[in-house]
């Protein structure tokens, strides 16, 4: 029966009644907040490309942490920027590492109730080369080493979960890292430790403003020999596939909004947790118009964070966090 016996019309005539028939929510316990942690003392570092991003030291993620809390988001995800960096990543599996220091701190702080920490495992941020796996040398010149990255993927896990993270999230991308991972955080004890695989991760321009925010950008080449093609939706289900396999209990897809119909593809193949990555690029665009005056800052902030919603995504992790928890 269509018009004019049938009037869509009629179901958006008031604010009550567009909440009554509204397919997604969103709310401030959807979404995980990344914070970037940096030796030192009081230290609140502007991330230039990432307007209302900072780097922060222990006691000032404590802090940010607090008032996360207080807002009701989710989770926080961790990074750090070690003081030094070596070929072996030394400061993403030592005990005493940055983002260790920042996870014993948050864990003794009012908002561990609160919040779901989550610690990135990655080394790109760790390795004086900037790669997130090792490099050997080649005929050709020189190749991230999958294997003997493993190892020290599985070490950054499990000394991660022991300093309090409630979930650690390899972004690496090195194949069978989250049974290296598995295995290693069994063997520490760590069997309730969930792994939330970063399980389709494309090799994307968006992750730009990160790598100045985590001073994390590889020294030559790129990581196209290891992150996704962003042409391929058919690989990204395989990927999911075996990082499930593998024995991840969550996957997170990543970039969001130029991917979401890879989104859409892994919620309808995948009855797991799933959750999706605003990334840096796609938060400081967003950013840059809003300097500029040409989108209406509250309304796009929540549009863009509704999509990724709809497209499939249980949570999101979003720079936009805090700004939206308190539109919410
Ligand atoms: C580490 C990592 C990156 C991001 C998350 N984990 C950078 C990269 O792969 O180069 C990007 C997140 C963002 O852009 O916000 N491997």
Same mark, same amino acid.
């Given at each position: 029966m269509s018009f004019p016996v049938t009037r869509m019309r009629r179901l958006r005539r008031s604010e009550p009644l567009r909440a009554l028939v509204r397919e997604t929510t969103l709310n401030p316990g959807d979404l995980i907040y990344p914070l970037f942690i940096c030796p030192g003392e009081g230290v609140r570092r502007a991330v230039g490309s990432m307007p209302g991003v900072f780097n922060l030291s222990v006691d000032e993620a404590v802090r940010e942490a607090e008032e996360a809390a207080s807002l009701g988001i989710g989770g926080l995800l961790l990074f750090g920027l070690p003081d030094t960096k070596d070929e072996q990543a030394t400061g993403a599996w030592d005990d005493n590492g940055i983002v260790q220091q920042g996870l014993r701190a948050i864990k003794q702080s009012s908002a561990a109730k609160e919040l779901v920490l989550i610690a990135d495992v990655c080394l790109c941020e760790y390795t004086s080369h900037g790669h997130c796996g090792v490099i050997v040398k080649t005929p050709e010149g020189y190749e991230v080493d999958n294997d003997p990255s493993l190892e020290l993927l599985g070490r950054t896990a499990a000394s991660l979960a022991r300093a309090g993270a409630d979930i650690v999230a390899p972004? /690496?991308?090195?194949? =069978?890292r989250v049974a290296a991972i598995r295995r290693a955080l069994d063997q520490s004890g760590d069997i309730n430790a969930p792994i939330l695989s970063y399980a389709s991760k494309f090799a994307s321009a968006f992750y730009g403003p990160f790598r100045e925010a985590a001073d994390s950008?590889?020294?030559? =080449? /790129?990581r196209k020999t290891y992150q996704m093609d962003g042409a391929n939706l058919r690989e990204a289900l395989r990927e999911i596939d075996l990082d499930l396999d593998e024995g991840a209990d969550m996957i997170l897809m990543k970039p969001a909004m130029p991917y979401l119909d890879v989104v859409r593809a892994a919620r309808e193949n995948f009855d797991v947790p799933l959750g999706a990555y605003q990334v840096s690029g796609e938060y400081s665009m967003l950013q840059a118009a809003f300097e500029k005056g040409w989108l209406d800052r509250d309304r796009a902030i929540l549009e863009s964070l509704l999509g990724i919603r709809r497209a499939g995504a249980d949570f999101i992790v979003t720079y936009f966090a805090k700004d939206a928890a308190k539109l919410l």
């Amino acid at each position: 029966m269509s018009f004019p016996v049938t009037r869509m019309r009629r179901l958006r005539r008031s604010e009550p009644l567009r909440a009554l028939v509204r397919e997604t929510t969103l709310n401030p316990g959807d979404l995980i907040y990344p914070l970037f942690i940096c030796p030192g003392e009081g230290v609140r570092r502007a991330v230039g490309s990432m307007p209302g991003v900072f780097n922060l030291s222990v006691d000032e993620a404590v802090r940010e942490a607090e008032e996360a809390a207080s807002l009701g988001i989710g989770g926080l995800l961790l990074f750090g920027l070690p003081d030094t960096k070596d070929e072996q990543a030394t400061g993403a599996w030592d005990d005493n590492g940055i983002v260790q220091q920042g996870l014993r701190a948050i864990k003794q702080s009012s908002a561990a109730k609160e919040l779901v920490l989550i610690a990135d495992v990655c080394l790109c941020e760790y390795t004086s080369h900037g790669h997130c796996g090792v490099i050997v040398k080649t005929p050709e010149g020189y190749e991230v080493d999958n294997d003997p990255s493993l190892e020290l993927l599985g070490r950054t896990a499990a000394s991660l979960a022991r300093a309090g993270a409630d979930i650690v999230a390899p972004s /690496d991308m090195m194949d =069978g890292r989250v049974a290296a991972i598995r295995r290693a955080l069994d063997q520490s004890g760590d069997i309730n430790a969930p792994i939330l695989s970063y399980a389709s991760k494309f090799a994307s321009a968006f992750y730009g403003p990160f790598r100045e925010a985590a001073d994390s950008a590889p020294q030559f =080449g /790129d990581r196209k020999t290891y992150q996704m093609d962003g042409a391929n939706l058919r690989e990204a289900l395989r990927e999911i596939d075996l990082d499930l396999d593998e024995g991840a209990d969550m996957i997170l897809m990543k970039p969001a909004m130029p991917y979401l119909d890879v989104v859409r593809a892994a919620r309808e193949n995948f009855d797991v947790p799933l959750g999706a990555y605003q990334v840096s690029g796609e938060y400081s665009m967003l950013q840059a118009a809003f300097e500029k005056g040409w989108l209406d800052r509250d309304r796009a902030i929540l549009e863009s964070l509704l999509g990724i919603r709809r497209a499939g995504a249980d949570f999101i992790v979003t720079y936009f966090a805090k700004d939206a928890a308190k539109l919410l």
